[in-house]
């Protein structure tokens, strides 16, 4: 009798938006990360997994080179945004963090108003316009999914707006200066289930506008909102490859031990 | 061990020991068929509740494991195979029943030569062999003694297609063997059926150990 292997098929798009070769990162004599090569293709959700301390987080912070900020820390290898080299001297690296928007886990809006808040990017880039800045502060809390339960207290502290409202606030302040790229670290973990579907639906919406990079610890999440997940192991990229395929039949046992909980 | 690891064996019990009850129904249904012993058909048929609560018990503990442990990958397809496992041996339960009642029909036992024409001896022997086969492949996780199952289903495939025409022979001129032989045909049928069924099972033990499908092809 013949026999099939279970098929994922799915249509991504053919653009690479995100990729690493060989990528090494150390801080100090600790190596975090090893040899990861991947590419990502634009608007779609990856989803990296791992244990703590797998350098899941490292990686996704060296899309916008945030650990240039930690010393003692070196990198080689190559990270591409647009298959422009991001480590490259001759980048502007401010120019380049304005496509790439971060959302952490901890909401973290600015002791301002909500309206300020989303306009702080587009105001430290020198916009003027009231009209363009008004505009654009509306679409991006449509687009964060917001606007609804906040327009008629735009100038309200967001100190005073629940945990759930205030990530998707710092979501819509990190899509109002435009980027291409969404990096979030655990943008749900510290929300209640229902803010959590919003983050999430809010995702799903997103992709068609940006390429979304996520950590999470929750595996149902990773499964649930992610074209294609990446499994980290320390420092190590085990397995990249569709969401669907990992979480049915992954190709290598160690991915098949961790998201079944049985690793270690 | 992890909580889902103890999930998964009670779970795996529970099957098991369905399997062991449907097994033996078949097994006293044949009894009883050449024995023509009609209080053993009336205790198959009064086991069938038995059958079906267990289906049910199964099924439930199935649906906890989907919504309390979120299985994935490997736990994900061994709750998947279980569900499906847990159908045929169900419908399995369901056709020693059906064989029982044709038992119960006849108002005396089967013609011998009927018995012999018809060759459902060698079809029971295939039945039981298989039944057990993929038993042990199912405890085992034996997905070779499992791929051994599909050759031998193909005898009872061709028993099956013979049918007709033994019976047709058998009954010749004679109308008053219609009725038998026609209540006949429809327990050969039957036991082509469970053929059927346990080439399914052994598709899911394959699927939930290999995640290859091999159905329809």
Not at chain 1, 131 to 137: C, K, R, W
Not at chain 1, 196 to 224: S, W
Not at chain 2, 30 to 43: G, Q, V
Not at chain 2, 130 to 145: F, S
């Amino acid at each position: 009798m013949v026999q099939k292997n279970k098929s994922v098929k799915k249509e991504l798009n053919p653009e690479y938006k995100l990729e690493s070769r060989n990528l090494n990162l150390f801080y100090g004599p600790k190596q975090a990360l090893r040899d990861v090569s991947i590419k990502m293709s634009a608007n779609t959700v990856t989803a990296f997994i791992g244990p703590s301390g797998c350098g899941k987080s490292t990686f996704l912070r060296c899309f916008n080179r945030m650990n240039d900020l930690i010393e003692g820390v070196r990198i080689e290898g190559d990270v591409l945004i647009d298959n422009v080299d991001i480590y490259k001297n001759e980048i502007d690296v401010y120019e380049y963090r304005k496509k790439v928007g971060m959302v952490f886990q901890k909401p973290n809006p600015f002791p301002k108003s909500i309206f300020e808040n989303v306009a702080f990017g587009l105001r430290i880039n020198g916009e003027k316009s009231k009209s363009y800045i008004e505009d654009t502060v509306e679409d991006a809390l449509k687009q964060a999914a917001l606007w609804n339960e906040v327009k008629d207290s735009l100038y309200k502290s967001a100190m005073a707006i629940s945990g759930g409202q205030q990530q998707r606030l710092c979501i819509a302040r990190a899509i109002a200066v435009k980027p291409s790229v969404l990096l979030m670290d655990e943008p749900a973990s510290a929300l209640d289930p229902l803010s959590t579907t919003k983050i999430e639906e809010l995702i799903h919406t997103l992709k068609d506008n940006f390429t979304i990079v996520i950590v999470t610890h929750n595996m149902q999440q990773a499964a649930r909102i992610s074209d294609k997940t990446a499994y980290f192991y320390m420092g190590e990229l085990i397995e990249y490859d569709l969401t669907e395929k990992i979480f049915t039949n992954p190709s290598r046992i160690e991915t098949e031990n961790y998201i079944t909980g049985r690793f270690g | 061990m992890i909580h889902i690891d103890r999930e998964l064996e009670q779970l795996k019990k529970s099957t098991t020991a369905m399997w062991v009850l449907v097994q033996s129904q078949i097994e006293k249904a044949y009894k009883a068929l050449t024995a023509n012993d009609r209080d053993l058909a009336r205790e198959v048929i009064a086991n069938e509740k038995r059958v079906n609560s267990m289906e049910l018990k199964i099924d439930s503990d199935c649906e906890d494991l989907f919504a309390l442990y979120s299985p994935v990958a490997s736990d994900l397809r061994t709750v998947l195979a279980t569900l499906k496992i847990n159908t045929n041996l169900e419908r399995i339960g369901d056709l020693a029943e059906g064989i029982c009642k044709h038992i119960l029909s006849e108002e005396k036992a089967f013609d011998k030569d009927l018995l012999k024409a018809s060759e459902i001896q060698e079809m029971y022997d295939v039945v039981i062999e298989i039944m057990e086969d993929v038993l042990q492949a199912y405890l085992k996780e034996d997905t070779k003694l499992a791929r051994t199952i599909f050759k031998k289903d193909e005898i009872l495939n061709e028993i099956n297609m013979q049918a007709t025409k033994n019976i047709t022979d058998y009954i010749g001129s004679d109308i008053g063997k219609i009725e038998a032989g026609l209540n006949f045909l429809s327990i050969i049928r039957k036991l082509e059926r469970v053929g059927d069924q346990i080439t399914n099972i052994a598709e899911e033990i394959i699927f939930s150990h290999e995640a290859k499908v091999l159905k329809h092809l």
